[in-house]
């Protein structure tokens, strides 16, 4: 029996080859011969005195052992990819890469996107959109804006953005309904119009109201396509100030009623506590600070 763990060195060309399913292809993608690519099977078979591929059929397979090292081997492999992956970015072309929600990307980031040259000018910053929760320990993202309380105790989290909500709709639908900014509104009024939420819960309309079960609903998929629906006249959604205060200068959205209430949500900055990016993060941070305070116009 061994006691050591086999060579590393042996696993890229077994990881190939039980990726690949033939030891030919595999040695193409290796830049050997294929005999080569057996021998080292072979050497590795008989150092865990176990077969990993069954060659009974015409068709290469993994034994179940063949594939319980595939999965190891795989893992290796990949973590050593990603690990240049972000070797290069550190060091050799600097990037940065960051999560941000859509309608954030679409308002705030693309439209000043060159200016955070002035604050971190040899760090490209990359942009990924999506409304899932990025997992810092296995996606390729080194911060992210999000949308909440704060309350992410494993992050480093800094505050962009303190959130008001309203409620807005298109200028027609509150033409055709006759609702102004005066108009005071109470669950049952609520409940008469057609109400478009971010999910189908309701969750963001039941923070407000618990027991809100209106009649209609729109259900998006994301707070831009939500705002979007708005403002096509779809019904009333619940509008976040001041991001939307663009929208409504423009007169894409009226506010509805005279209230405004306190969400004790924002928008903010996490990352990784240990992050290896620090700096460039604080200069995110300086460059988004900015961006949130000076870039929405008052209503």
């Known amino acids: 029996m061994q006691h050591k763990a086999p060579p590393i060195q042996w696993l890229p060309v077994f990881e190939a080859a039980a990726r690949l399913l033939s030891f030919k292809k595999a040695a193409e993608e290796l830049c050997v011969s294929p005999p080569a690519v057996s021998q080292q099977i072979k050497i590795f078979e008989d150092y865990l005195q176990e077969p990993l591929f069954d060659r009974s ?3 290469l397979k993994l034994t179940p052992v063949g594939d319980y090292y595939y999965q190891i081997a795989k893992d290796i492999i990949q973590s050593h990819h990603k690990g240049y992956r972000n070797f290069e970015r550190t060091f050799k072309n600097p990037t940065l890469q960051i999560s941000v929600p859509l309608f954030i990307t679409q308002e705030l980031l693309i439209p000043h996107y060159l200016g955070f040259r002035q604050y971190s000018p040899d760090t490209e910053l990359r942009i990924n959109t999506g409304n899932h929760l990025v997992d810092f320990d296995s996606d390729d993202i080194n911060a992210a804006i999000r949308f909440g309380e704060g309350h992410w105790p494993e992050l480093e989290c800094r505050k962009l953005c303190p959130i008001d909500v309203v ?21 049952s009024d609520l409940e008469s119009h057609i109400l478009i939420s971010t999910n189908e819960h309701f969750s963001d309309w039941k923070k407000l109201f618990p027991n809100l079960n209106p009649t209609e609903k729109v259900i998006c998929d994301s707070y831009f396509s939500a705002v979007k629906s708005a403002e096509e006249g779809l019904g009333i959604t619940i509008g976040m100030l001041p991001v939307i205060n663009n929208w409504v200068v423009n007169q894409r959205l009226t ?40 870039s929405f116009p008052e209503v």
Not at 167 to 187: D, G, I, M, N, R
């Open 57 to 59: 059929e015409r068709r």
């Open 167 to 187: 409620f807005v709709s298109s200028p027609a639908y509150s033409l055709q309904h006759q609702l102004t900014s005066k108009t005071e509104f109470t669950q």
């Open 255 to 294: 506010i509805l009623g005279s209230a405004v209430r306190d969400s004790h949500y924002g928008y903010w900055l996490v990352a990784p506590k240990d992050s290896r990016h620090k700096e460039k993060i604080d200069a995110l941070y300086e460059w988004l600070s900015s961006l949130f305070a000076t």
